[in-house]
Antibody
């Protein structure tokens, strides 16, 4: 059974940092484009960042570019999101998701999702 | 404001057919495949439709998708109470070099 599980969410002050992780199981990690999507309270889904199956290609939303870093660890089949200079507007539930695709980030069909981890940025 | 435009709400009675629209532009819907998600609060979003009109395994054939030019739509026939959820369209945007989601449509089954 395919599973994605996020962790690392919590309460952080504005300007602070947080690192989210997403552990995966069930299929070959290196065959998937991995993605982070968030949903702020009362808002819709918002794409944050994607990383290709090989890690070669990475893309970020403008709202997080320069502050967030997506990375993947093949040894542990995990995905990470390092979030720095956090702002109140980064408060959201963060989901990791994946797409079976080789060598590209230009994908928007996310077949598997985690349950999400909440991040609250507040003073 | 979302790059892709969806109606904020839609409704129907059990058994009816409902259509949700998604409007975009040349750099997103016209150039790339559209995907649809069903999302219940507090749960993981679920891929409902990919590549405009393809249903993942397990999605009932009551759900169908289409795309024409810079617009796409999701149709749900034989509406059921369990279909009450938020629905999002999503695609790649070549100009933004990223994924864009619609603002979401809250479907109510009356």
């Amino acid at each position: 059974e395919v599973q994605l599980m996020e962790s690392g969410g919590g309460l952080v002050r504005p300007g602070g940092s947080l690192r989210l992780s997403c552990t995966t199981s069930g299929s070959s990690f290196s065959s998937y484009t991995m993605t982070w999507v968030r949903q702020a309270p009362g808002k819709g889904l918002q794409w944050i960042a994607s990383i290709s199956s090989s890690g070669t290609f990475i893309s970020y939303a403008d709202s997080v570019k320069g502050r967030f870093t997506i990375s993947r660890d093949y040894a542990n089949s995990s995905l990470s999101l390092q979030m720095n200079s956090l702002r109140v507007e980064d408060t959201a539930v963060y989901y990791c998701a994946r797409t079976y695709a080789l060598g590209v980030v230009q994908v928007a069909a996310f077949s598997d999702w985690g349950q999400g981890t909440p991040v609250t940025v507040s003073s | 404001q979302s790059v892709l435009t969806q109606p904020p709400s839609a409704s129907g009675t059990p058994g009816q057919r409902v259509t949700i629209s998604c409007s975009g532009g040349r750099s997103n819907i016209r150039s790339n495949n559209v995907n649809w998600y069903q999302h219940l609060p507090g749960t993981a979003p679920k891929l409902l439709m990919y590549n405009n009109s393809q249903r993942p395994s397990g999605v009932p054939d009551r759900f169908s998708g289409s795309k024409s030019g810079t617009s796409a739509s999701l149709a749900i026939s034989g509406l059921q109470s369990e279909d009450e959820a938020d629905y999002y369209c999503a695609t790649w945007d070549d100009s933004l070099s990223g994924v864009v989601f619609g603002g979401g449509t809250k479907l109510t089954v009356l």
